[in-house]
């Protein structure tokens, strides 16, 4: 069995780059160098030092290589509005699921999975989001993922000049 060990705010370069390889696997071309990754390594610091309560990653170390990670599983908590499906408000929000193309099918994001979603049981979360894509849904099937009937919209608001 796979130990997927809890990330820390040190893992932040390295989770950046795992982010970097889930992108260009979504996108079909690595994502362009650039200030988002000094602002994801940011917030990954921020969010993942301690005590993290809102954010939490679950990693597996590269076993042929000394400080990489092969594989890794990010989630934050939020709280929404109570609902008669959702009483606490609570609800997680899984992203950055990446494995290494060097170290795929050994079960390493499965791991990290079972870490994150075990993390949101013991925090009281019982609804838990994620965007997947195709080779993934059926990971997260088999960890209880369905898909919803609600269609998913997004509004990108024009960033305001800084004065």
Known sequence: MIDARR????????????RGL???????????PGPWQDAARETLREGLAEPAELMAAFVVDAPDRPGALAACAVGTIERRLSGPANPSGLVGYVFNVCTDPRHRRRGYSRACMTGLLDWYRRR???????????????????????????????????????D
């Not at 990330?7 to 795992?18: H, S």
């Not at 889930?22 to 362009?32: E, I, K, N, S």
């Open 7 to 18: 990330g820390t705010a040190d893992d932040a370069a390295e989770l950046v780059r795992l």
């Open 22 to 32: 889930m992108l260009a696997a979504l996108a079909g071309t690595a994502p362009a």
């Open 124 to 162: 009281g979360v019982r609804t838990v989001d994620l965007r997947t894509s195709e080779p993934a849904q059926p990971l997260n099937r088999s960890l209880g993922f369905q898909l919803t009937r609600d269609p998913a919209m997004r509004l990108a608001l024009p960033a305001e000049p800084l």
